[in-house]
């Protein structure tokens, strides 16, 4: 990504930070800190350090981690307990987020720049689930011919995932 790109996104981020802070809590990730066996965690991490100094104490966040690295190992699913399922766990983080005092926005840097198709749909169908909460708000910084390169998809799967589009000019120095 050219520098004046990555200059514009943080730019709006950390004005829309300083701006809303009293409105909204704000999560950044950075999907390039992590690999495709560990995003999800990465994820439930960040949210559970929030919901954390928040006073919400979320136990669906230790079995969603639990689960995310049993899945690795497909073939060792059927020895551990069938209770609590992907969506259990899934709906009780969600009710944990519920309990906020203030709407979270996600925010997901340099999503076209994952050259895994497969990491990049693991970060759609989480934030498909996560966005259930009435206080969940995505934003996925992207350029958009280079996530479609990367998905070999168009536009109508990405509006699947991606409902509203907000471009930003090119900024000359």
Aim: glycine content about 2%.
């Amino acid at each position: 990504m050219p520098f004046f790109s990555h200059f514009k996104n943080n730019f709006l981020i950390n004005k829309l930070k300083t701006d809303f802070s009293f409105d909204y809590l704000f999560i950044t990730i950075e999907v390039l800190a992590s690999t495709i066996d560990s995003i999800e965690n990465y994820i439930i991490d960040e949210i559970s350090n929030l919901l954390e100094m928040n006073g919400i104490y979320p136990t669906s966040s230790m079995k969603l981690k639990n689960f995310f690295e049993r899945s690795n190992y497909g073939w060792l699913n059927s020895f551990f307990d069938k209770n609590d399922s992907y969506d259990k766990m899934m709906d009780s983080l969600i009710c944990d987020l519920n309990r906020l005092d203030k709407p979270l926005v996600l925010n997901f840097e340099d999503l076209d720049r994952i050259n895994s198709r497969d990491l990049i749909l693991k970060i759609f169908a989480l934030t498909e689930k996560l966005s259930k909460s009435s206080k969940i708000k995505v934003i996925f910084q992207y350029d958009s011919s280079n996530l479609l390169k990367v998905l070999d998809q168009d536009y109508v799967f990405l509006e699947k995932y991606i409902p509203h589009e907000v471009n930003l000019t090119h900024i000359t120095f």
